[in-house]
């Protein structure tokens, strides 16, 4: 598939993800979750967590394919294709080590859900600056991927805030935040760069295109 086709693709499996995210939080018994509080992989643990599964693999599928589109079309340097390749294997993870109730002890399977989240959260960014930062004064679209990559590593500081600030205040990390809300302004930040990213990769094919 062309880069251009690619980029299509993912940004269709991205905004149908955005879709399905959003019809969790109008329709019951997932809309009945504090959003400020409860992380959005909660819903998975609902009757309808279906939807969350199916809406976080179509985010990472199309992921996959912007991260084609945009290797095809060498936007990517390997670090870059690898912290976005991680972001992807967050995602899957997510999705394959649901979250666990920490109220019944402990669990491996939460353990590793919370690494996924963790990968997936900071990969993404990463990836973002590391792919704009060789094309920032050649590039309007690889500047707009930088800005989108800089505000979801700002939208993570309150969680690395609360996290570092938990032996002082006392007060358990996830507590100390309201959590969902926060989660909820990240992931909006990262489909933003994601779909970003995409704009990136068709706007490098229409220029390699052009007579």
């Given at each position: 598939?062309?880069?251009?086709?690619?980029?299509?693709?993912?940004?269709?499996c991205?905004?149908?993800?955005?879709?399905?995210?959003g019809?969790?939080?109008?329709?019951?018994?997932s809309?009945?979750?504090?959003?400020?509080?409860?992380?959005?992989?909660?819903y998975?643990?609902?009757?309808?967590?279906?939807?969350?599964d199916?809406?976080?693999?179509?985010?990472?599928g199309?992921?996959?394919?912007?991260?084609?589109?945009?290797?095809?079309?060498?936007?990517l340097?390997?670090?870059?294709?690898?912290?976005?390749l991680?972001?992807?294997?967050?995602?899957?993870?997510?999705?394959?080590?649901?979250k666990?109730?920490?109220?019944?002890?402990?669990?491996?399977?939460?353990?590793?859900h919370?690494?996924?989240?963790?990968?997936?959260?900071?990969?993404?960014?990463?990836?973002?600056?590391?792919?704009a930062?060789?094309?920032?004064?050649?590039?309007?679209?690889?500047?707009?991927?930088?800005?989108?990559?800089?505000?979801?590593?700002?939208?993570?500081?309150?969680?690395?805030w609360?996290?570092?600030?938990?032996?002082?205040?006392?007060?358990?990390w996830?507590?100390?935040?309201?959590?969902?809300?926060?989660?909820?302004?990240?992931?909006?930040?990262?489909?933003?760069?994601?779909?970003?990213?995409?704009?990136?990769?068709?706007?490098?094919?229409?220029?390699?295109?052009?007579?």
């Amino acid at each position: 598939m062309s880069s251009r086709s690619l980029s299509v693709l993912g940004t269709g499996c991205v905004l149908v993800s955005l879709l399905l995210f959003g019809v969790l939080h109008f329709v019951p018994p997932s809309a009945e979750l504090d959003w400020s509080r409860r992380t959005i992989s909660q819903y998975a643990l609902l009757s309808n967590g279906w939807l969350f599964d199916t809406a976080t693999l179509l985010l990472a599928g199309g992921s996959l394919a912007v991260l084609a589109a945009l290797w095809t079309s060498r936007l990517l340097t390997r670090g870059a294709a690898v912290a976005l390749l991680l972001w992807v294997v967050g995602l899957v993870g997510v999705v394959w080590f649901e979250k666990h109730n920490w109220a019944v002890g402990p669990s491996i399977n939460g353990d590793i859900h919370r690494a996924a989240s963790l990968l997936a959260f900071l990969s993404l960014p990463a990836g973002a600056l590391l792919a704009a930062a060789p094309q920032l004064r050649r590039s309007d679209a690889a500047r707009w991927v930088a800005a989108g990559g800089a505000v979801s590593f700002l939208c993570f500081t309150p969680i690395l805030w609360a996290l570092v600030s938990e032996p002082w205040t006392g007060v358990r990390w996830w507590r100390a935040i309201p959590l969902g809300g926060v989660e909820r302004i990240l992931g909006l930040a990262e489909v933003a760069t994601v779909l970003l990213l995409a704009v990136w990769a068709r706007s490098a094919h229409r220029l390699e295109k052009a007579p």
